[in-house]
């Protein structure tokens, strides 16, 4: 017991970082063109793999030696995905909202609610869809060193996701909202404060307790120093909570960067990276 108790304590002495979140698009270029002209995000590296048949492109605001950005992955040949009922959104911060949205209809994207303070509050916000359909929320915010600030996933239970997310990913719970006028309740969960990170959302629906997952939004990826050790801690939160270990810890094939991969309680995905390969590959 005394081992399970010190190795539960390890998520929270980890070095973790959110690293990347992987999805997929009809079009890679068109979605390359769209968020760098639109949301002012930058081209971070590239890479075709025609063995296995897609493509994948990494954009962010920042270098991924610090920062969080979406990994794109293209298949060649399939020029549309289902997103699904649960994945939400993502989100990014701005200093004119109503500027962003203005160059999102120019180049002609989808503006889904205009700029405007959010029900019952004061931060202005808007939401814009991408070419592919995901959502995107805008938030006005000071500067910040990273933009890219959300990624909103719904859940049957909401106690439950917080306790995986704190207790096998070693996240804080930063903030819970409560809006029963909307029958909603929201956890942002995450490694740091969020005007200075990226924070996973996690929206509980009242009454809903699944969602289909679609085959378009795929993982997050987040770092770590030990999978080994990190993918033992999640196997227990597994069996307490529900979820799988869908790859069991170790390297993978041709790249060597030792990986796990699980399902939350809710069947969302997750990578943990090792921190050590991931700076490698980046070289």
Known sequence: MAEKAELLEW??????????VVYRVGDLDR????YTECFGMKVLRKRDV???KYSN???GFGPETSNFVVELTYNYGVSSYDIGTGF??????TQDVAKMVETVRAKGGNVTREPGPVKGGSSVIAFV??????TFELIQRGPTPEPLCQVMLRV???DRAIQFYEKALGMRLLRRIERPEYKYTIGMMGYAEEHESIVLELTYNYGVTEYTKGNAYAQIAIGTDDVYKSGEVVK????ELGGKITREAGPLPGLGTKIVSFLDPDGWKTVLVDNEDFLKELE
């Open 11 to 20: 998520p929270k002495k980890d070095k973790r970082r959110f690293l990347h």
């Open 88 to 93: 939400g959104h993502f989100a990014i911060s």
């Open 50 to 52: 025609p063995e296995e």
């Open 156 to 158: 049957g239970d909401l």
């Open 57 to 59: 492109a990494f954009l």
């Open 236 to 239: 227990i939160m597994n069996q």
């Open 31 to 34: 979605t390359i063109q769209f």
């Open 129 to 134: 869809k991408d070419p592919d359909g995901y």
